[in-house]
């Protein structure tokens, strides 16, 4: 599958964005998750979703101010962001896997190119 993340863009610190990941082809059949890498940084996860949307899994520290969805009808997931920081400046990251969250974030086996965000203080 292919994916591809848009949304990014400048925004201010309190703002709200919403990204999204289109994927190419039976995009239900994968876990989609989302990731981001700051500048100077390793990546980090956000968080992921299962296959039919039901479930949602959180890093601890991305818990309250994001969230993730999926429409399979659209081919798409989404990463909701609230109350954006400057320290939320990152290239942000979706992928997708055949198998479950957990072994999506191991190593996913489809990534798309990433949508900057940059949050201004």
């Known amino acids: 599958v292919q994916l591809q993340a848009s949304g990014g863009g400048l925004v201010q610190t309190g703002d709200s964005l919403r990204l999204s990941c289109i994927g190419s082809?039976?995009?239900?059949?994968?876990?989609v998750g989302w990731f981001r890498q700051a500048p100077g940084k390793d990546r980090e996860i956000i968080g992921g979703i299962i296959k039919g949307g039901g479930s949602t899994y959180y890093a601890d520290s991305m818990k309250g101010r994001f969230a993730i969805s999926r429409d399979n009808a659209k081919n798409t997931a989404y990463l909701q962001m609230n109350n954006l920081k400057p320290e939320d400046t990152a290239v942000y990251y979706c992928?997708?896997?055949?198998?479950?969250?957990?072994?999506?974030?191991?190593?996913?086996?489809?990534w798309g190119q990433g949508t900057l965000v940059t949050v201004s203080s």
């Open positions: 992928a997708a896997d055949r198998g479950t969250i957990a072994t999506m974030l191991r190593g996913a086996d489809y």
């Open positions: 082809q039976s995009f239900s059949t994968f876990a």
